[in-house]
Nanobody, 119 residues
Framework: QVQLVESGGGLVQAGGSLRLSCSAS????????MGWYRQAPGKQRELVAA???????NYADSVKGRFTISRDSAKNTVYLQMNSLKPEDTAVYYC?????????????WGQGTQVTVSS
């Protein structure tokens, strides 16, 4: 079992930046895929970004060029740097992890952190 704890959410004005962190209870060295999802009110959860153990990344089209996912195995932490935030980025952001090499990790989930972007 892997526990994931997100932090770094909050309220920010449009155009601002936030960095989300996801700390894992176990070494992420063997977690082949980690990622961030988000869910806005009344909408389905969507994959925002994912990263494999080989540092291969994929992003939702809506965040390409603005968000960057990275992982620090020494700290058992995955980050999501979010720049040029827009009101439509407002959502609860969830961290996810998977031992398989999937590009859509879903084996373990964090509790979520709220991101609110004001216009």
């Amino acid at each position: 079992q892997v526990q994931l704890v997100e932090s770094g959410g909050g309220l920010v004005q449009a155009g601002g930046s936030l960095r989300l962190s996801c700390s894992a209870s176990k070494t992420i060295f063997r977690l082949n895929a980690m990622g961030w999802y988000r869910q806005a009110p009344g909408k389905q959860r969507e994959l925002v970004a994912a990263i494999t153990s080989g540092a291969r990344t994929n992003y939702a089209d809506s965040v390409k060029g603005r968000f960057t996912i990275s992982r620090d195995s020494a700290k058992n932490t995955v980050y999501l740097q979010m720049n040029s935030l827009k009101p439509e980025d407002t959502a609860v952001y969830y961290c996810a992890a998977d031992y398989s090499g999937t590009q859509s990790p879903s084996q373990y989930w964090g509790q979520g952190t709220q991101v609110t972007v004001s216009s």
